[in-house]
């Protein structure tokens, strides 16, 4: 069974390289809409795969991070990345340029990160994430599926490579939430949200 909760957050970028003058050579912004698709085959202590309750926790605040940001790729013009950390205080910085495809690769590892690291308490099982799809604007999106996350030919993600800014880390409910699922630190899910 799979089930889906969808998240939102606007932010800018600049997607260097692709056809498009308009989205290669201007920083512009989207408000997207990402749909973080969950699957097993068991349901857990309340007849539920995931309560939707727990995914207002960790995987929100890491999705809403992108929120009011600016997204940065870390091959972009190096003038071009400090300015805008210079005059941002809420940045991403990605190892990908921030297209709908990668953004969607990204957040698919990070929600994988997020169910790896945690502690399941309510008799969740065998929870995976079954693709991510970033709708970049209402008639485009991109959908990730496991293969697409890890696929070489697409260019190998390394999650140390994410740096969220200082501002974003001081809003997180627990400010070493990046490092801590980094370092695989076990996140037990509350009895009660």
Same mark, same amino acid.
């Given at each position: &069974?799979?089930?889906?909760?969808?998240?939102?957050?606007? /932010? @800018?970028?600049?997607?260097? +390289?692709?056809?498009?003058?308009?989205? $290669?050579? /201007?920083?512009?912004?989207?408000?997207?809409?990402?749909?973080?698709?969950? *699957?097993? /085959?068991?349901?857990?202590?309340?007849?539920?795969?995931?309560?939707?309750?727990?995914? #207002?926790?960790?995987?929100?605040?890491?999705?809403? @991070?992108?929120?009011?940001? !600016?997204?940065?790729?870390? +091959?972009?013009?190096?003038?071009?990345?400090?300015?805008?950390?210079?005059?941002?205080?809420?940045?991403?910085?990605?190892?990908?340029?921030?297209?709908?495809?990668?953004?969607?690769?990204?957040?698919?590892? &990070?929600?994988?990160?997020?169910?790896?690291?945690?502690? &399941? =308490?309510?008799? *969740?099982?065998?929870? #995976?994430? %079954?693709?991510? !799809?970033?709708?970049?604007?209402?008639?485009?999106? @991109?959908? $990730?599926?496991? *293969?697409? @996350?890890? $696929?070489?030919?697409?260019?190998?993600?390394?999650? %140390? %490579?994410?740096?969220? $800014?200082?501002?974003?880390?001081?809003?997180?409910?627990?400010?070493?939430?990046?490092?801590?699922?980094?370092? /695989?630190?076990? &996140? *037990?899910?509350?009895?009660? =949200?």
């Amino acid at each position: &069974m799979i089930i889906r909760k969808i998240f939102k957050f606007e /932010n @800018a970028h600049i997607v260097r +390289g692709c056809s498009t003058q308009r989205c $290669s050579e /201007n920083i512009h912004g989207h408000s997207y809409k990402v749909e973080v698709l969950l *699957e097993s /085959n068991y349901l857990d202590d309340g007849q539920m795969i995931y309560d939707f309750g727990l995914m #207002k926790r960790s995987i929100k605040e890491l999705i809403e @991070a992108f929120d009011h940001s !600016i997204t940065l790729w870390s +091959g972009d013009d190096k003038g071009y990345i400090e300015d805008m950390k210079r005059h941002s205080s809420r940045w991403v910085e990605l190892p990908v340029s921030p297209s709908a495809e990668q953004f969607s690769r990204v957040i698919y590892l &990070m929600v994988e990160r997020i169910l790896d690291s945690t502690g &399941m =308490v309510n008799g *969740e099982r065998n929870v #995976k994430v %079954n693709s991510i !799809i970033v709708h970049e604007t209402d008639t485009g999106y @991109a959908q $990730s599926f496991k *293969e697409d @996350a890890y $696929s070489k030919l697409m260019g190998i993600i390394n999650l %140390n %490579n994410i740096v969220f $800014s200082k501002q974003i880390q001081v809003e997180w409910s627990n400010r070493f939430l990046w490092s801590d699922l980094l370092e /695989n630190k076990l &996140m *037990e899910n509350p009895r009660k =949200v």
